[in-house]
């Protein structure tokens, strides 16, 4: 009896043991990407902050022109780009996005751009609308992607084919911590405290609507670079930190294991000695 | 000279930080030089050489796509890509030209290849013509 219930341990940690490899080797490639694309964000960062700061500032301090990208229109037709990843086991990396989504989307008559398989496959199997599936695959997409992208978001926001632009991405904190964030890309909306602030004069060259109509696609296709750099990052983090709490947890089955293991040979071996013990007797 | 500070910032990161003297660029609608003291104003950028005096010293770069802007003396330039002149890879942009020729010169080709073609030979005849200035 004791025999099989030690034979069937020994093959439980076998495979624990073989389970606790495949996710230490998955951690290791994690932090090697991680730090790739750890640099690939910060060096798009300044990028994506200066892009940021220069756009807000043309739009509180600038003149009364009325642009389109500028006007709140009273539909609620909406586009969501959802940025996740490809694959599964990063912990809640892919969940996080998906569920900031359906939160955002409540009311809405909404449209998904996925960029990422498994928010793709997500979509898919709830029937949610997908403008696109272009991009699904977020390892592969380019800048040049993310900027006909931009380009055909703003043309149907011209259209009135949309009205909303919204980028669902996961922020960079630091390696232990990330946040699914949603972000509004467009109508750009000015703050009202902002606008009366306004004291000096800025020229446009040749004219403020066609200065605008040419920068905002380009801040559109910056920004969303920017969030993939960072949503990158953080599923490379994201799957480091569950890979190594897998390969912790299988550390710590396997020790509970071996004792029971262990205690389960001693009591085999102590009653074939009493066994023995008492057949000379 | 006046010297102002100049920022260009582009997603591959920083390409310059620090004072420069005058900047001249190419934007949508010609080209536009900047020196201390310019006026507040915003443009979207070409295609096209980009002329930028540190200490005294000319330095080109080809510079594609994005905006510049100048807001309170301060100069930031935010191409889509930059590069310096002496680090633009002419044999890529060289095969980068032929593949762009060729799809040009293919009768079948549709109309958003021709575009992208074209705009490909642009960017690539952009670059050859800034990397002999050095």
């Not at chain 1, 892009?51 to 022109?65: E, H, N, P």
């Not at chain 1, 040749?206 to 920017?226: K, M, R």
């Not at chain 1, 750099?229 to 390969?247: F, G, H, I, K």
């Not at chain 2, 309170?72 to 890879?89: A, R, Y």
């Amino acid at each position: 009896m004791a025999g099989v219930s030690t034979k069937e341990i020994k093959t439980r940690i076998r495979s624990m043991e073989s389970t606790r490899q495949i996710t230490r080797a998955m951690e290791m490639v994690a932090s090697a990407k991680l730090r790739k694309a750890q640099v690939k964000a910060m060096a798009c960062r300044p990028y994506f902050e200066t892009l940021y700061r220069a756009m807000w500032d043309i739009v509180d301090t600038g003149s009364d022109f009325s642009s389109p990208f500028l006007q709140k229109k009273d539909g609620n037709k909406a586009v969501f780009v959802l940025i996740s990843g490809d694959r599964g086991l990063a912990g809640g990396y892919n969940n996080n996005v998906q569920k900031l989504l359906l939160s955002q989307m409540e009311g809405k008559d909404a449209a998904v751009l996925p960029m990422g398989k498994k928010g793709a496959d997500y979509l898919k199997s709830h029937e949610i609308k997908m403008l696109t599936e272009q991009y699904t695959q977020a390892e592969t997409v380019s800048l040049g992607d993310c900027f006909s992208v931009a380009k055909q978001l703003c043309k149907g926001f011209k259209n009135g084919e949309i009205d909303e632009v919204f980028v669902i991405y996961t922020k960079f904190r630091s390696v232990l911590s990330q946040e699914p964030m949603c972000l509004q890309l467009l109508p750009l909306q000015r703050s009202e405290e902002k606008v009366s602030k306004r004291t000096q004069e800025i020229v446009y060259e040749p004219d403020g609507a066609t200065v605008f109509d040419a920068i905002v696609p380009e801040y559109l296709g910056g920004v969303l670079y920017g969030a993939l750099c960072e949503s990158r990052a953080s599923e490379q983090a994201a799957r480091r930190t569950a890979m190594d709490a897998a390969t912790e947890n299988a550390g710590e089955m396997i020790d509970a294991l071996s004792l029971q293991f262990n205690r389960a040979r001693q009591a085999a071996i102590t009653q074939e000695i009493t066994e023995i013990v008492a057949g000379s007797q | 000279m006046k010297d102002f500070s100049l920022t260009i910032v582009t997603p591959d990161g920083l390409a310059f930080d620090g004072q420069a003297q005058e900047l001249i660029v190419r934007t949508t609608t010609g080209d536009l030089g900047i020196l201390a003291g310019h006026v507040n104003c915003v443009a979207p950028l070409g295609m096209g050489l980009a002329t930028i005096v540190v200490d005294g010293q000319k330095r080109y770069g080809a510079c594609i796509g994005g905006m510049v802007s100048v807001l309170n003396g301060q100069v930031k330039l935010v191409p889509t890509t930059f590069e310096w002149s002496e680090q633009i890879d002419t044999a890529r942009a060289a095969l980068s030209e032929n593949r762009a020729r060729t799809v040009l010169a293919d009768k079948s080709a549709s109309d958003t290849e021709l575009r992208l073609a074209e705009a490909r030979l642009k960017r690539a005849l952009v670059r050859k013509s800034v990397a002999g200035y050095k």
